[in-house]
């Protein structure tokens, strides 16, 4: 049954894209100018508004992330001084894929009322603001005494997070809607440039932090990082020239429960939701196995956990440009081998308890090739399940093409999917280490990605025959009539 779904859904993205390049709309005046802006773009030359308009996105991305992991180095010291532990610590942190999840739903729904760049702008102005007053956070009072909790701290602490949150998945999914109306025949090209500077802000977030807290301290580093948003909101606002229809088309009003109906949007959401829980499968088990097994020092482990995010930011522009410049190359394929190349890793990650019994032990120099491979393969799943779900063809009754409001909605889908598998993984990682080991846990995660490799690969195999036997038959057919 799973595989006969998967059939249905795998279509020709290449086709679909020829089709879409063929549909004109008379309706507007700028028909020419865009399609002249289509074809520069199709063969990478970019006009100066969609290079603008890509710096925007892609600096909008880079500072979100930066102040998604800017708190951590520094928020629990605070804490402490207000009697708050690090459980409750973890579970304010843990907010921000938690609210994230519906929050990319909604602005994906309301991309039908606001102009995008209306959402991109106050995305990251509501960011800075919320990010200057959580380094005040540093001049609330402290507690009389060393045992109570001040509500009042916890409270105004929780809203700023949640403000951050709300922040962040704007400008997510209004950027990324952004760019694949701006930029509809280089969309896995530009998802590659856009993880990647997600990546990199992922990865330079506590650096960044640690070098304004070395000149100010806490406050001094929110402040730093919140006036630069700020600042970068009025940017946007006075330089980029978003497209006007996108927010603003009339007829376009996408259904949730019709979306979900698509086969091909709801299997990636399913995909994309493990992707997320395979990112953030190692945080909470990978420092303990390194301090374990091998002694090493704090500052050596911080510099392990970087080699994912690294490896992720070089290869993602590599991926979209594969998916992009090679025909035979399609996102199905990618993202197969994706998981395909994360189910080997983690066995030998693990490893896997079947090799221990062989007598395999895994050395310290293994460990941080598999964690650098990983990051390799989540770029394969991440860039690869973007460029699936936003190009797709909407299958109603009229088979229209996928409207720029429907793909701000497909956007927030998939937000939604790689949230509800990042808030699962932390999860489910912990619970299976405990109850197990650092190799079965790993294990588990392979199983886990060769069962939709084994389909996808299973589909597309089987379609690739019938398609072969069926082209055999045409050229037969003449033969046989005479």
């Known amino acids: 049954m799973a595989q006969k779904i998967f059939k249905r859904c795998f279509t020709s993205r290449r086709s679909s894209d020829d089709e879409a390049m063929q549909l004109t709309d008379s309706s507007s005046v700028e028909t020419n100018d865009n399609t002249l802006n289509n074809e520069n773009s199709s063969h990478g030359r970019y006009t100066k508004r969609e290079l603008i308009l890509l710096a925007c996105c892609l600096s909008s991305s880079f500072s ?9 180095p520094f928020l629990p010291h605070l804490n402490e001084y207000h ?33 995008v760049k209306s959402m991109l702008v106050g995305g990251v102005l509501s960011l800075g603001v919320s990010t200057v ?17 001040q509500p009042g701290f916890l409270i105004i602490e929780i809203l700023l997070r949640i403000i951050h949150a709300c922040g962040s998945a704007a400008v997510i999914v209004s950027g990324l809607t952004l760019l694949t109306t701006t930029f509809p025949h280089n969309t896995a090209t530009v998802m590659g440039y856009a ?29 730093a990082m919140g006036a630069m948003l700020i600042i970068q909101s009025f940017v946007i606002l006075c330089t980029a020239q978003a497209p006007e229809s996108v927010g603003r088309e009339e007829g376009d009003k996408p259904s949730v429960i019709k979306l979900l109906k698509n086969k091909t949007i709801f299997i990636d959401i399913l995909l994309m939701t493990l992707v997320g829980v395979l990112w953030v499968s190692i945080e909470p088990i990978l420092e303990p196995e390194i301090r374990n097994k091998f002694g090493l020092p704090d500052e050596i482990s911080a510099l392990i956990f970087l080699l994912v995010s690294l490896t ?14 090679v025909s035979w190359v399609t996102p199905w394929w990618m993202m197969a081998f994706g998981f395909v190349l994360h189910a080997v890793n983690f066995c030998f990650m693990g490893p896997m308890p079947l090799l221990v019994l062989l007598g395999f032990h895994r050395p310290l120099w293994l460990l941080i090739v598999t964690l650098a491979i990983m990051g390799i393969a989540l ?9 699936l779900i936003i190009p797709t063809e909407f299958e109603d009754e ?4 996928l409207k720029k409001n429907t793909k701000a909605m497909c956007v927030g889908f998939v937000t939604f999917a790689y949230s509800l598998g990042s808030f699962t993984g932390l999860t489910l990682s912990g619970v299976i280490a405990a109850y197990g080991s650092f190799g079965i846990t790993m294990s588990c995660f392979a199983i886990a990605c060769s069962v939709p490799a084994t389909l996808i690969i299973s589909t597309l195999t089987i379609k690739y025959v019938r398609n072969r036997n069926k082209a055999n038959q045409e050229e037969t057919q003449p033969l046989h009539s005479n």
């Open 195 to 223: 993880s990647t500077a997600m990546g990199v802000g992922f990865m330079c977030g506590p650096a960044i932090g640690s070098g304004f807290f070395a000149i100010g301290g806490f406050s001094v580093t929110f402040a």
């Open 379 to 387: 770029a394969f799943g991440f860039v690869s399940g973007m460029n």
């Open 64 to 72: 979100s992330n930066v102040v998604l992991g800017l708190p951590a």
């Open 312 to 325: 992720y930011t070089l290869s993602s522009p590599l991926v979209g440009k594969a998916i992009d410049a």
């Open 133 to 149: 007053a959580f380094g005040m956070l540093e001049y609330y009072p402290l507690p009389p005494d060393d045992a109570s909790i």
């Open 398 to 401: 009229n088979n229209e093409e």
């Open 83 to 115: 009697n708050i532990q690090s459980d409750i610590t973890g579970w304010v942190m843990g907010l921000m894929p938690l609210i994230q999840m519906p929050m990319s739903l909604v602005y994906g729904k309301l991309m039908a009322y606001i102009a």
